[in-house]
């Protein structure tokens, strides 16, 4: 379990997994544990995720917290003005400059939680994510619950054929799978491929 250091500096935290793992939830816990604190707290997400709301951070159970839509990363710096904790969801959409971003909030002494994606649906890691691993103090990865077997998932599986790496959908498009699971769906996809050729 993730416990909130004491000290007056500045970190990241990143909060990983597949979908339907958790990520967004965590992410408006620990936010709502700052507003109980009184701190000073912004939160952001990429503008192309329409899915819920346009200008909510909202989970798959329906949770919701207010937050700024930005295009880029570096937009994010224009809109912190005094806070002391900076929230971003869906992190693995956006560009490559996030990490600097957070480290020059870090460096600011802003607590900066990100919640995304590890791994795209081919199972490869995601946009900046993999360096924000890099980088943070504090990882927590949460699994799903594979919707094959039941067994503990880490992995988005994608059912539809196509290869767009971003690509916004919900349980119509995505589940969650282990890792057999997983790789027996992928095997079935590169079969079908071979015989489409």
């Known amino acids: 379990m993730f416990v909130e250091p004491r000290v007056e500096k500045g970190w990241i935290e990143v909060i990983c997994g597949s979908m339907f793992s958790g990520k967004t939830e965590e992410l408006i816990r ?4 700052a ?3 009184n701190q000073k707290v912004v939160i952001f997400k990429p503008s192309i995720d329409v899915r819920y709301h346009d200008e909510h ?3 798959h159970n329906a949770n919701s917290i ?3 839509p930005v295009e880029s990363s570096s937009h994010i710096l224009q809109h912190i003005g005094n806070a002391e904790v900076v929230g971003i969801d869906e992190a693995q959409f956006f560009d490559h400059g996030l990490p600097e971003v957070c480290n020059k909030l870090a460096e600011k ?3 900066v939680i990100v919640a995304g994606l590890d791994m795209d649906f081919k199972g490869k890691p995601f946009g900046p994510m993999p360096t924000l691993l890099s980088i943070s103090e504090y990882v927590t990865k949460v699994q799903a619950i594979c919707m094959k077997c039941g ?5 988005t599986f994608k059912k539809i054929d196509n290869d767009q790496t971003v690509e916004l ?3 119509e498009l995505y589940e969650a799978r282990c890792r057999t699971c997983f790789n027996e769906g992928m095997a079935i996809i590169r079969e079908q491929l071979k015989m489409d050729l």
């Not at 067994?151 to 992995?155: K, M, P, Q, T």
């Open 151 to 155: 067994g503990v998932a880490g992995y």
């Open 35 to 37: 507003n109980i604190a």
């Open 30 to 33: 620990r936010i709502n544990r």
């Open 109 to 111: 002494k802003i607590r």
């Open 57 to 59: 951070v909202v989970s």
């Open 169 to 171: 959908g919900e349980k």
């Open 66 to 68: 207010n937050s700024i």
